[in-house]
């Protein structure tokens, strides 16, 4: 274990302060392996709106094989995706799968958006 100590000379609003053995900042991912991710355990749910919650996965991969991907576009997506799997049965039993990726995704989002 390293040292743990930061020392800020100044003012650290707004700023991303991480320590840690192989920790890494959330802006440094896979964003097509995340939603890749996502899609594989949501497709396992049933429900009214599953085509419309596939519609809206297609469209967050989509945007994310863009060179640089419009992050209010991906979240908006998601958004949609995730209020869709919300109401399929099964979903309080994949939201455990869901959390990591949830959370990485987030952290790439950042202020662009905030998902459910």
């Not at 991969?61 to 576009?73: L, M």
């Not at 949609?80 to 949830?102: C, I, N, S, W």
Request: aromatic residues 2%.
């Amino acid at each position: 274990m390293g040292n743990r100590t930061i020392h800020v000379g100044g003012n650290a609003v707004n700023s991303v302060l991480n320590t840690g053995d192989h920790a890494r900042i959330g802006g440094n991912i896979d964003l097509a392996t995340e939603i890749r991710a996502l899609r594989e355990a949501l497709n396992t749910l049933t429900g009214p709106d599953h085509d419309k919650m596939t519609r809206a996965l297609d469209d967050a991969q989509d945007e994310a094989k863009k060179a640089a991907p419009d992050k209010t576009e991906v979240g908006s997506a998601l958004t949609r995706a995730l209020k869709y799997a919300k109401t399929a049965a099964g979903f309080a039993d994949v939201a455990e799968k869901l959390a990591p990726h949830l959370a990485s995704l987030g952290h790439w989002l950042g202020a662009a958006g905030s998902l459910p």
